[in-house]
């Protein structure tokens, strides 16, 4: 089973949020990276000795509903990434065999080996567009969150 991998540079540089404990565990650094990447549609290739392994299922605090969001917002990235359209009626094959490549039910993280590959590497290529959002890495959780959600807003209004 693939594991979630986060980028070293990335868990560098969230550092002073783990310090404060206002990171817990280092899914907490990959949602983010995760969200921007997704937001940005940018995904990067890591060579894995950059990449920890983290877990090979979604963390308590983001199963469930959390981890449906997570995976829809990644099937529809894809599905765009791949020009295939969920309205149009003949493309229902398209979408069932994308998807059929990207899930796997009986994972713990519902995603098969392939789909992880590619929901770390919107992760790794995320963490760049933080790095370009913002000047310095993040001090304080509070100033992070308010700064991340202008950002995420200007990228998410874009076509």
């Known amino acids: 089973m693939q594991p979630f991998r986060i980028r070293q540079d990335a868990l560098t540089w969230f ?18 990276c995760f969200i921007a990447g997704i937001a940005a549609r940018r995904k990067t290739a890591v ?5 920890p392994e983290l877990i090979n299922y979604f963390p308590d605090h983001y199963n469930g509903a959390r981890m449906h969001t997570l995976i829809a917002l990644f099937l529809k990235g894809e599905l765009d990434e791949l020009g295939v359209a969920m309205a149009e009626k003949g493309e229902k094959r398209d979408v069932h065999a994308a998807i059929a490549k990207l899930v796997d039910y009986a994972s713990l993280s519902k995603l098969s080996d392939a789909g992880v590959a590619q929901f770390n590497q919107y992760a790794h290529g ?3 567009v933080l790095t370009e959002w913002f000047d310095d890495r993040p001090r304080s ?6 700064a991340f959600k202008r950002k995420f807003d200007d990228v998410a209004a874009l076509p």
């Open 126 to 128: 995320g963490f760049e």
């Open 47 to 51: 060579p894995l000795d950059e990449t």
């Open 141 to 146: 959780l509070d100033t992070f969150l308010r």
């Open 15 to 32: 550092k002073e949020l783990y310090d404060r404990k206002e990171f817990r565990i280092n899914f907490d650094a990959f949602y983010f």
